[in-house]
């Protein structure tokens, strides 16, 4: 019974391993870059909306003021479709935020 036991309990934690590694695989990714109007700066501050940092401390961090940067994110949250912080983490929260531009040629 113990090597029975053994054998599942070792099956039970690779397929958990390889499960975990899938999931690391598919991450979900923002890119900025897609939407008009958004620039690379904004990468810094969605980040740290994303860390539930105070827009006082967001605008101390990028040496802009505090009501310059509350206006921006509410300007970036309307052009990804959400109402306000709250949707925007409740959506975006576990994504990674990047700035790249596609290679394509129009």
């Given amino acids: 019974y113990t090597l029975v036991l053994s054998i599942i309990l070792f099956l039970l934690i690779i397929h958990n391993h390889s ?3 899938e999931i ?3 991450a979900k990714i923002l890119n900025l870059a ?3 109007g958004l620039v690379e700066a904004d ?3 969605l980040q740290k909306v994303l860390e539930n940092e105070q827009y006082k401390n967001i605008a101390r961090a990028v040496y802009k003021a ?3 940067i509350r206006n921006r994110l509410n300007k970036i949250y309307d052009i990804l479709g959400v109402m306000d912080r709250m949707g925007f983490i ?3 929260l576990g994504y990674e935020i ?3 531009k596609s ?3 129009e």
């Fill in 103 to 105: 290679n394509d040629i």
């Fill in 24 to 26: 690391r695989a598919q």
């Fill in 98 to 100: 990047v700035f790249e």
């Fill in 43 to 45: 990468v810094i501050l």
């Fill in 19 to 21: 499960y975990m590694a």
């Fill in 66 to 68: 505090p009501g310059t």
């Fill in 90 to 92: 409740s959506t975006y």
């Fill in 34 to 36: 897609e939407y008009s």
